[in-house]
């Protein structure tokens, strides 16, 4: 598994999607190791290559190119172009607003490489650029995995891509997400699990519940590249929020177990990996209305418009007055899990040596 250099130092959804997936990869004994992109590769030793984030081909190129071996690509295909066009504030925001989403995306690779935040492994994107290096691995990928149909129609109709999928539900760990129905939950209690950046909005939804009759933990780390909006939500927050810094999934089991409700109002979720956990723990789910949530959430959720700390709030307060969805909750532990993921996965991995070998 090739994964972005920053796997471990910015810790993301992908980073529990990786190290869950590899884990129970390596328990149905097929074995798996994890490398960062600029990490050297003994490509003799496997069979497969495994990527992740299609938003990042460059990272991708340089290892296709030197290993002559078949690849899938797990796409986690975010849209940030509403955010960065639209929100992202500065000089970056007003640059950003003059271009389309792989433009943007080619300038913000090429700034965290000029300035040492990550690593550029393919030289050749300088000239390809985002889109024909994307167009250009969805069309070699052996198959893709993406983590949902909705996110394999985006890819489709942004990049006109006709290679076969095998959908890889995002999951959760039945045996460490248990809920016990014997624990009263909080009201009051409202939670937002998620690193601290642009994207995930915590900033309108401190606005949203700012001064209001709940209590909101903020749970994540900041992002490196965005001091100033995590200083931004520091600064915007009311005493009843409280920011909490990240935590290990063990260490979040308390919260999810007391919070009524959990939040994310981001500008854009393939899944919402964090809401999916909450769920497994009994909370009546706040989620955006971007992105591919309708899928995994279908009428079990309450969406929001994160342009709109109204409509968030409104949403948390409909979400407040809800009894937990036993449905979904048991939707999540029967389809949604790291074991269905995992077969999912070996299910591709089977048909590709089915193909090669």
Not at 64 to 79: C, G, H
Not at 249 to 268: D, G, M
Request: net charge positive.
């Amino acid at each position: 598994m090739i994964v972005r250099s920053t796997l471990y130092t910015v810790k993301g959804g992908d980073t529990t999607q990786v190290v869950q997936t590899a884990t129970h990869l390596a328990k149905k004994n097929i074995h798996v190791d994890i490398k960062l992109t600029h990490e050297a590769i003994d490509y003799s030793k496997y069979d497969l290559l495994h990527f992740f984030n299609i938003t990042r081909p460059a990272d991708m190129l340089f290892h296709i190119k030197r290993s002559a071996k078949p690849f899938v690509v797990s796409t986690i295909f975010i849209d940030y172009s509403e955010y960065d066009k639209q929100h992202r504030g500065g000089l970056l925001g007003m640059l950003f607003s003059f271009f389309g989403s792989n433009s943007i995306e080619y300038l913000k690779t090429v700034s965290r490489w000029i300035l040492g935040k990550d690593k550029l492994m393919s030289i050749a994107y300088l000239w390809k650029g985002q889109r024909n290096l994307i167009t250009e691995i969805l069309n070699k990928a052996a198959l893709l995995l993406p983590n949902s149909h909705s996110e394999y129609r985006r890819l489709q109709a942004a990049y006109r891509c006709n290679t076969p999928y095998v959908v890889v539900p995002n999951g959760v760990d039945p045996h460490l997400f248990k809920f016990n129905k014997s624990v009263e939950k909080d009201p009051a209690l409202v939670i937002c699990v998620a690193r601290i950046e642009g994207i995930k909005n915590q900033l309108n939804l401190i606005k949203a519940l700012n001064n209001s009759r709940y209590k909101l933990l903020i749970i994540g780390a900041s992002s490196p590249n965005q001091q100033a909006y995590y200083r931004n939500c520091r600064r915007s927050a009311a005493p009843n929020v409280i920011f909490i810094d990240q935590l290990f999934q063990n260490e979040l089991i308390s919260y999810y177990q007391k919070a009524t409700v959990h939040v994310l109002p981001s500008w854009f979720e393939t899944t919402g990996l964090s809401s999916l956990e909450a769920a497994a723990m009994g909370c009546n789910i706040v989620i955006t209305d971007r992105g591919d949530t309708m899928e995994y959430f279908a009428e079990e959720a309450v969406y929001c418009d994160p342009s709109s700390p109204e409509d968030i709030f409104e949403a948390v307060e409909k979400a407040a007055s809800k009894k937990y969805s036993a449905a979904l909750q048991e939707k999540i532990l029967i389809f949604y899990s790291w074991q269905q993921a995992t077969a999912r996965t070996m299910e591709a991995y089977e048909r590709i040596n089915k193909l090669w070998y």
